[in-house]
């Protein structure tokens, strides 16, 4: 399978996934609006979500996939299926141990991530019941992760890139069928959606069984302690876990700025972490469609390269993951920068979901949108450094931009607000993202081929055509004032979608703009 067709295949199944979670973020606006319970669930949700980078596709995933990556390059299957039983059985060990203490110790969780929701004493103990009731959601994940590595690297891609459809339609129907059933029985209705969640891991996990039985690579969890010991001992655990080290350190200083940031948001207006949340949402769509598909289908790739000593084709691919983002990124930072109210308006103004919501959501999304290019960007350039066994270099310069991110909120916090956290955000993503393109430049891992200032020229001559055209369908129709025509304002976001499609991909071809050799690269 090609890279494009791989990271195609992952690119349409992440897009199948974000679709059912947009359908999920609606029907949750539409039932519950923007209050203090929604910001209750969102906080507890976070919490699993937070631990679930740290042992699943974050930390883990970065040192498990290169050692297994070169173990399958160098080792042989009996070696290769070896570390995966003994990777999965301390981490099932280390999931049990963190659930326990997770459920125990929820309250003082839910008070490091958003202490001010005790300013409504119902809002915070909702987030503690709906923390326990979740926690236990980050076992399922990272065991899922752990399967989804291994299917990456044996190149089969599909299954894990549509997993994440089944949480969101397990929400989806807590929502839709919960939710009323909850109401009927005196329950607050939020709860439904803690219910959901658990659902929604379960079957991702059972999903991932049959695949790996197939394979043969099924990983064998001991449960005595002699097992866990035995696996302890092993030297591809032991290589996971010092990779694991400053990979982890690495994430933590993400999740820290998440934790900083919902702090934050707790004490700003009442809504503040949903406005976030559905703002966030959004940004999901290009870089989970755009950065976590090439991250996925080049961190194996990138690896056995490195392994097999192969720098040309390591800086290839680097360079046509690097083009790739530069062509989608660029004109979708441009469209929410300037469409964003439509975009809001359209999805979201529905049910409970007020003027000033659509107002809220649509200033944070610009102003994530100002550095979605690093966003994206970091997801292609992170794992060059993490093929290569170099978690520290990506950790050093993550820990720097948290200073800067932090305060840039001093500055911008208290002018716009909620939107200050969303553009601190963005512009230190910016900052990250070039700073982990220099390093790769100067280590020799990437040369850039051929082109690149030509080609830069013809996205953004591209680009500015499709801004003038964004700006104009902006304002040319009431999109809030379209609530009641739902139908209609649908149909508009559609044209005027298609109509941004044409306009720029029909400026590249005029300006010269081979996209066929993003297809044979």
Not at 129 to 148: N, Q
Not at 223 to 229: E, H, K, N, T
Not at 398 to 411: C, F, G, K, R
Not at 414 to 435: E, R, Y
């Amino acid at each position: 399978m090609s890279l494009f067709k791989a990271a195609s295949t992952v690119s349409l199944l992440t897009l199948a996934s974000r679709v059912t979670g947009l359908v999920r973020d609606l029907l949750m606006a539409a039932t519950f609006g923007a209050s203090a319970l929604t910001d209750a669930f969102n906080v507890a949700f976070r919490i699993p979500n937070l631990f679930r980078r740290l042992f699943g596709e974050g930390a883990f995933s970065q040192a498990f996939v290169p050692a297994l990556a070169h173990a399958r390059e160098r080792d042989g299957e009996a070696m290769t299926k070896r570390l995966i039983d003994s990777v999965a059985t301390v981490l099932a060990w280390a999931l049990l141990v963190t659930c326990v203490l997770g459920v125990a110790g929820a309250p003082l969780l839910v008070w490091a991530l958003a202490s001010g929701l005790r300013q409504e004493p119902a809002s915070f103990e909702a987030a503690v019941l709906m923390t326990r009731w979740m926690f236990p959601y980050i076992g399922f994940m990272s065991l899922v992760a752990l399967a989804a590595g291994i299917l990456n690297t044996w190149r089969r891609f599909a299954l894990p890139a549509a997993t994440p459809v089944l949480l969101n339609l397990a929400m989806i129907a807590a929502a839709w069928l919960g939710a009323p059933w909850f109401r009927s029985l005196g329950i607050e209705p939020i709860y439904a959606m803690a219910g959901g969640v658990m659902l929604g891991g379960v079957l991702q996990l059972g999903v991932q069984v049959p695949a790996l039985r197939r394979l043969g690579l099924l990983p064998r969890i001991g449960l005595a302690w002699s097992r866990l010991r035995e696996a302890w001992g092993d030297p591809g655990v032991r290589q996971v876990l010092r990779m694991m080290g400053p990979a982890l350190l690495g994430v933590s200083v993400a999740q820290l700025s998440l934790l900083i940031n919902t702090q934050i948001a707790s004490y700003l207006a009442p809504g503040s972490v949903t406005w976030l949340f559905y703002a966030d949402r959004l940004m999901e769509f290009p870089t989970a469609m755009l950065g976590v598909a090439l991250g996925v289908v080049l961190m194996p790739q990138l690896a056995a390269a490195k392994a097999a000593n192969d720098p040309q084709r390591y800086s290839a691919m680097l360079d046509w993951g690097l083009r790739l983002v530069v062509l989608l990124a660029v004109p979708s930072s441009v469209a929410l920068l300037l469409f964003a109210q439509p975009l809001v308006a359209t999805l979201f103004h529905y049910g409970r979901f007020t003027d000033r919501d659509v107002t809220q959501v649509s200033v944070a999304l610009a102003g994530y949108g100002a550095g979605l290019l690093g966003l994206v960007a970091i997801k292609v350039l992170a794992p060059g450094f993490y093929a290569s066994r170099d978690m520290r270099t990506p950790v050093r310069i993550a820990v720097v931009v948290l200073v800067l991110t932090q305060l840039m909120n001093l500055a911008l916090v208290p002018l716009l607000q909620h939107a200050g956290l969303a553009l601190s955000i963005g512009l230190g993503a910016l900052v990250n993202a070039l700073w982990l393109l220099l390093g790769l430049r100067r280590r020799g891992s990437w040369t850039p081929s051929a082109g690149w200032g030509r080609f830069g020229l013809q996205v953004l001559a591209a680009t500015a055509l499709l801004a003038v055209f964004l700006m104009w369908a902006a304002g040319a129709f009431p999109w809030v004032q379209l609530r009641a025509e739902g139908y209609k304002r649908v149909g508009l976001l559609a044209l005027t979608l298609l109509g941004s499609f044409a306009i720029y991909f029909g400026a590249l071809w005029a300006a010269g703009v081979k996209l066929r050799q993003f297809v044979t690269r």
